[in-house]
C-alpha cells in the first residue's frame, strides 16, 4: 500500500476561538483574553520553523464579527494596531514575510495604511509566512472573487469558456497561497465558521477544546504529530 502520510502540514490555518471566554473565566474582561491570545499567536508563529510549517494563517476577525459590542470591536481594532506596530520590527527581522486577507474597505484607513506597510516591509521574507484574516469571510471572499473576475470577462480580458477552478482561485485573497493541509479550531466548538471554504476543500480539521490563550507549543507539536500519522486520499482509493 502507498504511505500517503504526511511529514508535517506545509500550512496550517487556525480558527483562533476562546478568548472571550478564556478571559470571564478569570473574572477579566473579554478584551483582556484578546491580548492574552495575541501573545499565543507570536508563540506560535515562533514554533512554525522547528516544526516544518511554512506557511500560518490565523483568523483574526471575521465578517461577522462586526455584531459584537462596539466596545469589544474597537478594542480589538486597538490591539491590531498595537500589535503591528509592536511585532512589525521582529517579524522583518525574524524572517516572516506577513500578509492580510479580507474586504480591507470597512477598517478604519490607519490600520489600512499599517497592514499596508507591514506587508511591504516584510515582502521579502521567506522564512514562514503569517497570514492574518481581519474582516474576512470565506463567502465574502469568493463573491468578491466572482466579481472580480466578472468584471474581466465584461472587459474582455478574460474568456468565460476559459473559467474553471484554477481560475477562479486566482481571483482569491489567498491566490499567492497553498491550500491548507491542516485547520486547527480551538475552544471545543466543531464548526468553520465561513473560514477558507474554498481553500479548505481536502483540508484536514483538528477540533480541540483548549481555548485559544492555553494553546500551546506542546499542544501545536502533538496535533502536528497526529497529523503525520494520517493518509491523504484527495477522493482516491489507497492503493
Not at 507570536?42 to 462586526?66: H, Q
Not at 485573497?173 to 471554504?197: K, M, W
Request: charged share 30%.
Amino acid at each position: 500500500m502507498k504511505d500517503n502520510t504526511q511529514a508535517a502540514p506545509r500550512h496550517v490555518a487556525i480558527i483562533m476561538d476562546g478568548n472571550g471566554r478564556w478571559a470571564q473565566a478569570r473574572g477579566k474582561p473579554r478584551l483582556y483574553g484578546h491580548r492574552a491570545g495575541g501573545r499565543r499567536v507570536r508563540e506560535i508563529l515562533t514554533a512554525c520553523p522547528d516544526l516544518g510549517v511554512k506557511y500560518l494563517t490565523v483568523f483574526a476577525f471575521s465578517t461577522e464579527n462586526w455584531k459584537r459590542t462596539q466596545a469589544e470591536v474597537t478594542g480589538l481594532m486597538t490591539l491590531f494596531k498595537r500589535y503591528i506596530t509592536r511585532e512589525a520590527t521582529a517579524l522583518r527581522d525574524n524572517g516572516v514575510c506577513v500578509r492580510f486577507i479580507g474586504d480591507r474597505i470597512r477598517l478604519e484607513p490607519k490600520l489600512v495604511e499599517m497592514m499596508d506597510n507591514l506587508e511591504k516591509l516584510t515582502k521579502d521574507n521567506d522564512l514562514v509566512h503569517l497570514t492574518v484574516a481581519i474582516n474576512y469571510g470565506g463567502r465574502d471572499e469568493v463573491a468578491r472573487a466572482t466579481k472580480r473576475l466578472a468584471c474581466d470577462v465584461k472587459a474582455g480580458t478574460l474568456d468565460p469558456e476559459a473559467v474553471d477552478a484554477e481560475t477562479l482561485a486566482k481571483y482569491l485573497d489567498t491566490c499567492v497561497l497553498p491550500d491548507p493541509d491542516l485547520v486547527i479550531r480551538t475552544s471545543g466548538e466543531a464548526r468553520i465558521s465561513n473560514f477558507l471554504l474554498w481553500q479548505s476543500a481536502y483540508s484536514e480539521y483538528e477540533f480541540i477544546d483548549t481555548l485559544w490563550p492555553d494553546f500551546s507549543r506542546e499542544i501545536f507539536a502533538e496535533i502536528l504529530e497526529n497529523f503525520a500519522k494520517r493518509e491523504r486520499r484527495y477522493g482516491a482509493v489507497a492503493q
